[in-house]
């Protein structure tokens, strides 16, 4: 007689007491309870034959023992019982209970654990330290389950971007439609616990690449290094009620470092690893964190984009009575009063941030000021010490990079300088379960040595994370304050090493800190929250200290230095606007479910409050096609008039720049210091001068309004007068020579640094000018701005369309300013030949390769006004007179705009 095939839940029509019987002798079959649901081999949960005499007083057990005899011998691929298996093996008890003996490593998975729902997240732990590969970095997490599948087990991300909230039916479809993706396998390495129903699992399936940093290896390099198996390892593990945690060491390796190519390519090719000690070999620490979903998820909160709150959304195909099927949910920690009753009540759980070992103690103080600065928002809405800062312990032997603490981080690298501060929430409901804002060392180092004349070098990076991480905000915090220092220790008003500089670098990691965790609790950026300040406010002492430079920690706002000749207030933004008051209470004010729509409508009708308004990053620009059209919307910027600001840190920077060429070197100067100085200003120009100034010219102002809540205009046209003013400050100011004048003997002394190999060559100024002129060209004469300009006549009623500016007035314009030594007969300075070459050359890229998004009215406007411009060329030429460079400058252009003006045109 065979054995019977056991079937989870069908028996067809076998004997029931031989089935007995056969249970008794053999043991449970495999296939009972797995969490699978599909069949297994009896084989496969064979128990040892010296269970057979407990089955004698079973009826039928004579028949039984007869087909025991008979039976094949055992399957040697069957997993081995339990107990043999981690025999010697240490445990970690906790969701997933971790055994590990010598090197190998299990995970106890039970029964009931299958095809349920958990966090699964990756961390950096430790890294290569530059070019953006930095420890104590988020590296990615999904909602996944583990599957079995007969004798192997799957670990699954669930597609959580296709929901049915409600309608079960079209649930069944979207499982049908959208795919999960397996993230790892691995096959069940033991039998079932007898008591607990849990089998092991090798963990050894998390050595690999599961988070595909591969990849971003490769980016960086240009090489194909690939995780090595063998040379890998767990290097800690740790377990509780709610978590599972491993720590792999990841050896990646490329077999060999190309040679250099013989003629340099067009694009340059980067360097193999420079940290490394080896550049063929490195490692990269995984925290990989299991972490049990609560058992009722938190009660969803849909955003406004009236405010900026991160989201988790899905597009919710349940039903077909939506006319947008896309939901948001705010991220938000689930904040709940002890005493529900009471005003002002302890939470039940607070949102704990653990201060990593490493930061500096002489820092800790400033950090925790940051982090528990946002308790006043939450006293506001009822809660008493919603925020709690805890240090973890210099002795401490875990890793606050699981997925258990939120944690501020504080990392080191070669080339690094920013702050980042993603979480990871529960997709159901919005709920943040895990954040780790990591904060490199060096923004304050930076800030030290920018103070006593040393410079760091190289550009950090960071990898993205997704919209919540992408923040640089400590990386350009950190060169404001470079331009700060430098400018306020020329004019005597800080020195090195003193308890102003240690206040001044303290209050700007509060600052920075303050935005970190604004963002780990669920708040995005507001670029329009400095405009909410008035220049009057910025300039009185007494304001600053009790509101701060700007409407929120959220916008990347500057330093508040005043011109010479003006009141001098705080320097540094050190405390919660408005605006984050607002955006908490709408995320975390206790609601009954009932009044949640109305009152939740009522908070959020705030946004017309001058003091409330909002923009995001891609109002902003910079991202993609997003060049931004709200002249305020804008980062680094103080003040109600952005303008306004601009032209006052052009006059910073020439300040700077003077002060700098009347300093006198001294002894044991940084051979860069007065270098820096100049760098310094120009970044200034670069980034808040030329392309933000910009967006006045064809601008429009915008408003988050919700249809039918305020009849207010979406987007209105900026003012004809201020577009104008903001060309003319272009013209005038950024495209002038005289802006830009620095004397020669000072510039010969610009010193390299002969200690590296890598010293740098003499500072060239008409680079630095022209990196700065051009970004400012190239918004002027983009596609964007010709189409707005364009279009705007479109927004104004008829009657009042008089004096609008043109787009022929800004080509115009741009002609007369950059080519004004053609009607002059003046000699060609050397910056502005550069500048003439480099709008000339967009010319002919318009007249012959015109942009595919470049309105044809745009294209004839641009062909009129070069025509007009080839006339004044030809003039000029037959005037002559000039130096031979300008003679040949001008005969060199001429014959460029006529073969320009002559060619076919393609569109690209």
């Known amino acids: 007689m065979s054995l019977p095939v056991c079937y989870r839940g069908h028996t067809g029509l076998l004997n029931l007491s031989a089935i007995a019987a056969a249970a008794a002798l053999l043991g449970a079959c495999a296939s009972t309870g797995d969490g699978s649901g599909a069949a297994k081999p009896a084989a496969s949960a064979v128990a040892p034959a010296a269970s057979a005499p407990a089955a004698a007083t079973v009826p039928g057990a004579a028949a039984a023992a007869t087909a025991v005899a008979a039976r094949p011998p055992a399957d040697p691929s069957a997993p081995k019982p339990f107990a043999e298996v981690i025999k010697g093996a240490k445990v970690d008890d906790g969701l997933f209970p ?33 070019r953006g590969l930095y420890a104590s970095q988020m590296a990615g997490g999904a909602t996944v389950e583990f599957r079995r599948i007969g004798n192997q087990i799957q670990l699954i991300a669930l597609n959580t971007k296709f929901r049915a909230v409600a309608d079960q039916g079209s649930k069944r479809a979207i499982d049908q439609a959208f795919s999960p993706s397996l993230l790892g396998a691995a096959v069940v390495a033991s039998a079932e616990h007898p008591e607990r129903k849990s089998v092991l699992v090798d963990a050894g399936f998390l050595l690999s690449d599961i988070p595909g940093y591969s990849t971003a290896l490769e ?118 009063k002890r005493d529900p009753e009471a005003a002002l009540s302890e939470p039940v759980t607070p949102i704990t941030y653990w201060m990593d070992k490493n930061i500096p103690p002489k820092y800790r103080p400033a950090v925790e000021a940051g982090i528990v600065e946002w308790n006043k928002a939450f006293e506001k809405i009822g809660f008493k010490n919603a925020v709690v800062a805890k240090q973890q312990p210099d002795d401490a032997d875990w890793d606050n990079m699981d997925a258990a603490h939120a944690s501020i981080r504080w990392f080191v690298g070669a080339d690094v300088g920013f702050a980042i501060g993603p979480s990871r929430s529960d997709p159901r409901s919005g709920e943040i379960l895990d954040a780790d ?90 670029f329009k929250a400095s405009t909410t300040i008035t220049r009057a406010q910025l300039q009185d002492k007494a304001f600053t200290e009790a509101h701060g430079l700007s409407g929120s920690v959220m916008d990347y706002n500057a330093f508040n230095i005043a011109v010479q000749g003006e009141p001098q207030a705080s320097y540094n933004n050190a405390t919660l606007g408005a605006y984050d008051y607002w955006a908490i209470e709408y995320a975390y004010k206790p609601i009954a479910a009932g009044e949640e729509k109305a009152e939740l409508a009522r908070i959020a009708a705030r946004s017309t409050e001058p003091a409330l308004a909002y923009a995001d990053d891609l109002d902003a620009g910079g991202f993609g096609p997003y060049d931004g059209m709200d002249p305020m919307a804008n980062r680094f910027d103080l003040g109600d008039d952005p303008l306004a600001y601009f032209k006052r840190r052009l006059k910073l920077s020439q300040e700077l720049w003077a002060r700098a060429q009347e300093r006198k070197p001294q002894a044991g100067d940084d051979p860069l210091r007065a270098r820096r100085s100049i760098v310094y200003g120009f970044n200034q120009l670069y980034r808040s001068g030329s392309d933000l100034v910009g967006k006045y010219i064809g601008g429009m102002y915008a408003v ?19 577009q104008r003013e903001a060309l003319q400050f272009l013209a005038t100011g950024l495209f002038s020579v005289d802006s830009f004048k620095f004397k020669p003997e000072f510039l010969s002394s610009l010193g390299v640094d002969y200690n590296e190999n890598d010293r740098g060559v003499p500072l060239s100024i008409p680079a630095a000018v022209a990196r700065v002129q051009l970004v400012a060209l190239d918004r002027l004469l983009s596609p964007a701005t010709a189409s707005r300009l364009l279009d705007l006549p479109a927004y104004v009623p008829e009657n009042k369309r008089k004096g609008l500016i043109s787009l022929s007035e800004v080509y115009g314009t741009l002609n007369t300013a950059i080519w004004s030594e053609l009607k002059s007969g003046s000699e060609i300075d050397r910056l502005r030949r550069n500048l003439q070459r ?51 400058h001008l005969a060199e252009s001429l014959g460029l705009l006529n073969e320009a003006l002559r060619a076919t045109m393609q569109r690209s």
């Not at 390796?253 to 390519?265: E, G, K, N």
């Not at 306020?488 to 001044?504: C, N, Q, T, V």
């Not at 010319?843 to 007009?868: C, E, M």
């Open 838 to 888: 480099e709008h000339l050359r967009r010319l002919q890229n318009v007249l012959t390769k015109s942009p595919a998004n470049l309105p044809p009215d745009a294209l004839s406007l641009a062909r009129y006004h070069a025509t007009q411009l080839q006339g004044d060329l030809r003039a000029a030429v037959a005037k002559g007179g000039q130096s031979v460079e300008t003679r040949a």
């Open 219 to 336: 980016a960086v390099y240009r090489l194909p290094f690939a995780p090595d198996r063998s040379n890998s390892y767990f290097e800690a593990a740790r377990a509780d009620a709610k978590l599972s945690t491993l720590t792999a060491r990841i050896h990646f390796a490329t077999p060999r470092i190309p040679a250099p190519p013989l003629v340099a390519p067009p694009v340059p090719v980067p360097t193999p690893p420079q940290a490394t000690p080896d550049p063929r070999s490195l490692f990269v620490s995984y925290v990989y964190s299991f972490l049990a979903l609560p058992d009722t998820a938190m009660a969803p909160r849909p955003t406004d984009p009236r405010l900026g709150h991160f989201a988790d959304s899905f597009t919710d195909l349940g039903g077909d009575n939506k006319a947008n099927p896309r939901v948001h949910y705010v991220k938000r920690w689930r904040l709940e």
């Open 437 to 526: 804002i990591g904060m490199s060392d060096v923004f304050v180092r930076g800030g030290r040595e920018f103070i006593t004349e040393a410079a760091p070098r190289g550009a950090p990076t960071a990898l993205g994370q997704g919209e919540e991480a992408f923040c640089n905000y400590a990386h350009e915090a950190g060169a404001e304050m470079g331009f700060a220092l430098d400018l306020l220790e020329a004019r005597g008003e800080i020195e090195p090493d003193s308890p102003e500089a240690d206040a001044f670098i303290f209050a700007r990691i509060k600052d920075v800190v303050m935005h970190e965790v604004g963002h780990t609790l669920g708040l995005k950026h507001n």
């Open 98 to 130: 971790i055994w590990r003996k010598d090197e190998k490593v299990w995970l106890e998975i039970p029964r009931d654990a299958f095809n349920k729902p958990l966090l699964f997240s990756v961390n950096i732990a430790n890294s290569v330290g530059e």
């Open 704 to 722: 988050r309004d919700l249809p039918g809540t305020t009849g207010r205009a979406s987007f209105t046209p900026v003012e004809p007068a201020k």
